[in-house]
């Protein structure tokens, strides 16, 4: 697999995604490999968040809600969000999602990890506020 970007959030997180956050930690110079875990953290996170979902339609309106107050005019549609969701392919909400999120961020920043890390957690209070998806916390 081949690193478009090495230093670049969005790379990261695409790699994380497909299960080689750990190995890329590995190979990244010290000062951004804290960095890369933490992307990988909350990649798995955000996968296993995704992994309960018993309602998708609110899921979906959550994610969507939730992406715009980071990323105003993100041009994500619900529709792909809940036809992957329905289908099971966790991978590709996962990657759209942080692709949007990361889209031109370094990943040498702590702002970087702060706003990945808040998005997963307020989309997490966002779906668990509704009475139908509480158990899912």
């Not at 697999?1 to 956050?21: C, H, Q, T």
């Not at 809940?82 to 289908?87: G, T």
Request: net charge neutral; charged share 30%; hydrophobic share 45%.
């Amino acid at each position: 697999m081949s690193v478009k970007y090495l230093y670049d959030a969005k790379s990261a997180a695409i790699i994380s995604s497909e299960g080689f956050g750990e190995r890329l930690a590995e190979i990244v110079e010290e000062f951004v490999k804290g960095a890369v875990m933490g992307i990988d953290v909350a990649v798995k996170s955000f996968a296993k968040l995704l992994e309960r979902v018993m309602d998708i339609d609110v899921v979906t309106m959550s994610i969507v809600e939730v992406l715009e107050n980071y990323k105003p005019g993100h041009g994500v549609s619900g529709d792909e969000i809940k036809a992957a969701l329905k289908s099971g392919n966790i991978k590709r909400v996962v990657k759209k999602i942080f692709s949007t999120l990361l889209e031109g961020k370094s990943i040498a920043t702590k702002a970087t990890i702060d706003t990945i890390n808040q998005f997963v957690e307020e989309l997490r209070i966002k779906i668990a506020t509704d009475r139908n998806t509480q158990h899912l916390i």
